[in-house]
Structures are given as structure tokens and as C-alpha cells.
Nanobody, 127 residues
Framework: QVQLVESGGGLVQAGGSLRLSCAAS????????MGWFRQAPGMEREFVAA????????YYADSVKGRFTISRDNAKNTVYLQMNSLKPEDTAVYYC????????????????????WGQGTHITVSS
């Protein structure tokens, strides 16, 4: 089992920045690809960003490319999502997720690929 705990959410004005953190415990963090997803009210969950188990590859949804940056610190068992130039449409609950990627090398960009999920952290971007 992998336990994931997100933090860093809150209220921010449009154009502002936030950094989300996701702390992992329970298994060897460096074996897991990590992803960020979000779900706005009344909407389906959508992919935001992902990073390979090694940290060498990153992937982004088109809607956040150039504004968000995913990174990881394997020594701290933590993955981050730096969010800049936030827009009201970024308002959502943000979830981190883990996938055992060490064997296959895969870094899923769909929610169904992930085995473990955090409880989510809410972000509201005001206009």
C-alpha cells in the first residue's frame, strides 16, 4: 500500500501561484510514477501532469503546459506541482496518484492507470 497526502491548496487570485505537495509513505517512492489530476464541480476528473519514476520524463495536459511544473524529490518521498499564472478555470480538487512504474517504465496519463490516490486538496482561483 502507498499512502498519499496532498497539501498546499487554498484560495488565490487569478495570475497568482501555488505549489502543491504530495507526501508518500508505505512503499519505495522512487519505484512509482506519480500523477496529478483534478476534478472541478460537475466535471469529470482530468489529467494534469505526470512524472516518471526516475523523474526523467514529464507530461502535461495542454491546458496547463507552460504554466504548471511537476517535480519530485525522492529523498523526501514527495512530488510537487508548481502552478503559475493560475486561471479561474483551474479551480478544482487536485489529487495525486501513484503507479508502480519501475518495471514497465510507463507513466500513465489516465486515471485508470494509477493504483493509489490521495484525498485531494482544493484550489479556488478567483477572478
Amino acid at each position: 500500500q502507498v499512502q498519499l497526502v496532498e497539501s498546499g491548496g487554498g484560495l488565490v487570485q487569478a495570475g497568482g501561484s501555488l505549489r502543491l505537495s504530495c507526501a508518500a509513505s508505505g512503499r519505495t517512492f522512487s519505484n512509482y510514477a506519480m500523477g496529478w489530476f483534478r476534478q472541478a464541480p460537475g466535471m469529470e476528473r482530468e489529467f494534469v501532469a505526470a512524472i516518471s519514476w526516475s523523474g526523467s520524463r514529464t507530461y502535461y495536459a495542454d491546458s496547463v503546459k507552460g504554466r504548471f511544473t511537476i517535480s519530485r524529490d525522492n529523498a523526501k518521498n514527495t512530488v510537487y506541482l508548481q502552478m503559475n499564472s493560475l486561471k479561474p478555470e483551474d479551480t478544482a480538487v487536485y489529487y495525486c496518484a501513484a503507479y508502480y512504474g519501475r518495471t514497465s517504465g510507463a507513466t500513465p496519463q489516465t486515471g485508470s492507470g494509477y493504483s493509489y490516490w490521495g484525498q485531494g486538496t482544493h484550489i479556488t482561483v478567483s477572478s
